[in-house]
């Protein structure tokens, strides 16, 4: 596996791979790999010749009093994680190259609407730095395809709709969220939580499967389930942001919308939990 710093480096590496005719992927990660981008890297090698993985903990999708300084940056573990998967190539710029005027960059990438809801509301600024950032890497590796996770439902929704309304002409393909064997969503932020937060997180999970089957046995209050389940979490010792059921478009939920996905996301032991739950509410027509 190669790895690659500079913007240069990694277009010389993959006009090599064009002239060879071979299609490309790309896994854009923060780092910190887990078992969940791993999933990610060989789906990425059963779809296309060529993989390309990028780590880089961008600055500017994280806002003031969050944990950009304290992310962990485990590059070596990451880069033998990813050559033993089989990647092609790992681009691991730094900010500078990324950013070579800092955050005064006049240019940035905005999606509205989509942005307003759920972690836009509470994280202002975060999805103007993920599709920014995103569409750099976009517009530097050029891949036919780019894979992300469905634990990030909202993000994805963000850069499926950005590449869709910008006609930029990538595949982008989600992939399911990877558990752990008690349910709780893989996540590089897992590792903050304390052996007894660790062990009450899964219930994030367990409620989103609650929902679902209060849901999918009739019940039409959905508002009172939702108040419910959230003052339960609370209960608990989790500081939830917001738990909802909303269409697969991200719109409140309607009488005749055929899927749902749940959402949720809590603070436990100071550490931000985020996990997702899609299902058919009526047969498919």
């Known amino acids: 596996m190669k790895v690659e710093h500079t913007i240069a480096a990694v277009r010389a590496a993959?006009?090599?791979?064009?002239?060879?005719?071979?299609?490309?992927?790309?896994?854009?990660?923060?780092?910190?790999?887990?078992?969940?981008h791993?999933?990610?890297?060989?789906?990425?090698?059963?779809?296309?010749d060529y993989v390309v993985a990028s780590i880089f903990v961008n600055p500017t999708q994280f806002g003031a009093g969050e944990d950009f300084d304290n992310y962990p940056r485990t590059l070596d573990a990451?880069?033998?994680?990813?050559?033993?998967?089989?990647c092609d190539l790992l681009f691991a710029p730094s900010a500078t190259e990324m950013y070579p005027d800092g955050r005064s960059q006049l240019t940035t990438v905005s999606v509205a609407g989509i942005t307003e809801t759920l972690c836009g509301a509470s994280r202002h600024g975060h999805f103007t730095g993920v599709a920014t950032v995103v569409t750099k890497l976009f517009n530097i590796i050029q891949p036919d395809m780019a894979l992300f996770?469905?634990?990030?439902?909202?993000?994805?929704?963000?850069?499926?709709?950005?590449?869709?309304?910008?006609?930029i002409p990538i595949e982008i393909i989600g992939i399911p969220t990877v558990r752990a064997e008690d349910g709780l969503a893989l996540s590089s932020r897992n590792g903050y939580l304390s052996a007894e937060a660790r062990t009450k997180a899964?219930?994030?999970?367990?409620?989103?499967?609650?929902?679902?089957?209060?849901?999918?046995?009739?019940?039409d209050d959905v508002d009172m389930l939702i108040q419910a389940a959230s003052t339960h979490l609370n209960k608990c010792g989790f500081e939830v942001d917001y738990l909802v059921a909303y269409s697969d478009k991200l719109q409140p939920l309607q009488a005749e919308d055929d899927?749902?996905?749940?959402?949720?996301?809590?603070k436990l032991d100071g550490t931000r939990l985020i996990d997702n739950l899609s299902f058919q509410r009526k047969a498919a027509k």
């Open 78 to 86: 990451d880069s033998a994680q990813l050559a033993d998967a089989k």
């Open 259 to 266: 899927v749902v996905v749940t959402l949720v996301a809590a």
């Open 149 to 167: 996770g469905e634990k990030d439902y909202q993000q994805l929704a963000v850069i499926r709709c950005m590449a869709k309304e910008l006609c």
């Open 202 to 219: 899964p219930m994030l999970y367990n409620t989103l499967c609650q929902v679902r089957d209060a849901l999918l046995a009739g019940q």
């Open 14 to 36: 993959l006009k090599q791979a064009r002239q060879k005719g071979q299609s490309i992927a790309f896994v854009p990660t923060m780092g910190n790999l887990h078992s969940g």
């Open 38 to 48: 791993i999933q990610l890297i060989n789906e990425a090698r059963r779809r296309a």
